[in-house]
């Protein structure tokens, strides 16, 4: 699924040649699959879309209450025939807002250089460099994402309150119909990047097969998929549409509580914001985010092309969507308590990377709360047998944990779910997901780190011994 956290490899590179044994199989996704990771990716290949039906279905049609359907169908009272008989088909309607949508952010993507760095001090777009790929390349991205987020919504304020165009609902109104889109273009995206994989590679050596079709297919074979020089499948899906969606879908919901209820009430407001806040960092930062997890280590599959699509956009939401059925009026402590909750999250989240980008640029010549950074040194080799070397930095938030600035997100996981009370426990799914995932990445992203930097890593875990929580784990 798309991952938006980001990874932790607070470092700094240079590189020289080296006549080193290729270890290019040593980072990057896998080369073989064990039982236990081809059983979950069947699992989730066959599951990920009906659990995301099951929530969205639940708010539909049973007011969020997850028990609702398995309860009732334990008891007898409803069929698998009624719940089938309340699915809302794929419509046209819905078929052309999807279309219209994903080719204007193709537009936004393709047509349009950045003109924010211009004009906007300390924002980083236009051509930007990538990290280098485990066959030594690196790539050149267009950062332009602020600039089609902005664009985005400035046309929808524009319509809701001067054109009228359509409705401000019209998401919410669809919300089902366009699920079925959606899950249309992540199939037909993660197949085709797999086909693309074996017929037209655009960078042969940066491509893993593993031998093995559902670890393929869900995991991706090509390293950074593209057509032409320019469109990136990773960059375009984790960050167009879903993303830029995220906003626009809250603003759905919020209009929606407004045309039924006559007010919006302040846990949607908080809701809003807060994930604004995270949306619009993301957008800031894009350039940095060519740095992270998503784009150094995963391969473009089935994980990203369909959880981009349909995972980030349904289940990311689900607060807001909570809050049309079930609305909240906070007391005006509790809304203080979750807005400052939500606000810490962010700025650990935010300093914590912050650190690590300080750090990279200037390949450690800063200060970090003041004082000069430490940092093991550590080295690893890419398929062009070229060795380079990384500095992990140990100071600051960094000396602390390993993955800190994910202890930050789910802090800000968190305040987006108290955002919804304690009526149900659908809202929480979102934490719930956050804390597995993050742990996970953890795991997954240090055993890429342990067979990449070698006895380097050791040295780094023994001078930073936890990974999320300082003195727990």
């Given amino acids: 699924m798309m991952e938006h956290p980001q990874s932790n490899l607070p470092r700094s590179q240079n590189s020289r040649r080296g006549g080193e044994k290729n270890d290019q199989g040593q980072w990057g996704r896998a080369w073989e699959v064990d039982w236990f990771s081809l059983a979950s990716v069947i699992f989730l290949l066959l599951f990920a879309p009906l659990i995301v039906y099951y929530f969205v279905m639940s708010c539909s049609q049973y007011g969020c209450a997850m028990t609702g359907p398995v309860l009732g169908l334990y008891t007898g009272t409803l069929h698998l025939s009624d719940i089938w008989n309340q699915i809302q088909p794929l419509t046209w309607r819905a078929v052309t807002i999807y279309v219209v949508w994903v080719m204007f952010q193709v537009f936004l993507y393709m047509a349009l250089p950045d003109f924010c760095h211009k004009f906007l001090p300390g924002y980083v777009g236009g051509v930007q460099e990538g990290a280098r790929t485990p066959a030594g390349k690196m790539n050149k991205y267009e950062i332009n994402g602020l600039q089609a987020w902005i664009i985005t ?14 409705s ?26 797999m086909v693309k994989a074996y017929i037209f590679p655009t960078d042969a050596k940066d491509c893993k097969f593993t031998g ?71 957008f800031w930062n894009e350039a940095w985010y060519l740095k992270t997890i998503d784009i150094c280590h995963d391969h473009f599959g089935w994980y990203l092309g369909w959880g981009d699509c349909v995972w980030l956009p349904y289940l990311y939401t689900l607060q807001g969507l909570y809050l049309v059925y079930n609305p909240v009026q906070l007391p005006t402590a509790n809304a203080m308590g979750v807005l400052l909750l939500g606000l810490v999250g962010y700025y ?126």
């Fill in 348 to 473: 650990i989240f935010r300093m914590t990377n912050h650190q690590k980008d300080l750090f990279r640029r200037t390949d450690g010549r800063c200060r970090i709360w003041g004082n000069k950074p430490q940092y093991v040194e550590c080295s690893y080799t890419s398929a062009d047998r070229q060795r380079h070397h990384s500095k992990l930095l140990i100071s600051g938030f960094w000396g602390w944990a390993r993955h800190f600035n994910y202890t930050g997100d789910l802090l800000g996981s968190l305040a987006y779910c108290l955002t919804c009370g304690f009526g149900h426990i659908l809202p929480y799914f979102y934490v719930i997901y956050m804390t597995i995932l993050l742990t996970h990445r953890c795991i997954r992203d240090e055993h890429r780190c342990s067979n990449k930097y070698g006895k380097g890593w050791e040295q780094y875990t023994t001078a930073v011994p936890y990974r999320l929580l300082p003195g727990i784990f």
């Fill in 168 to 193: 401000p609902t019209i998401i919410f109104d669809n919300w089902i119909p366009l699920l079925w889109c959606a899950n249309i273009l992540g199939y037909i995206v993660s197949a085709f990047a």
């Fill in 212 to 282: 093995n079709f559902f670890y393929d297919f869900m995991m991706g074979i090509e390293f950074n998929p593209r057509i032409g020089k320019w469109f990136d499948f990773k960059l375009f899906f984790n960050g167009r549409p879903g993303i830029v969606a995220w906003t626009l879908i809250n603003l759905s919901y919020a209009a929606k509580q407004q045309e039924l209820y006559g007010q919006v009430t302040n846990s949607m407001i908080l809701i809003n914001v807060l994930q604004a806040i995270y949306v619009l960092d993301f």
């Fill in 153 to 166: 919504h400035l046309l929808w304020f524009a319509n809701a309150y001067y054109f009228h165009w359509f």
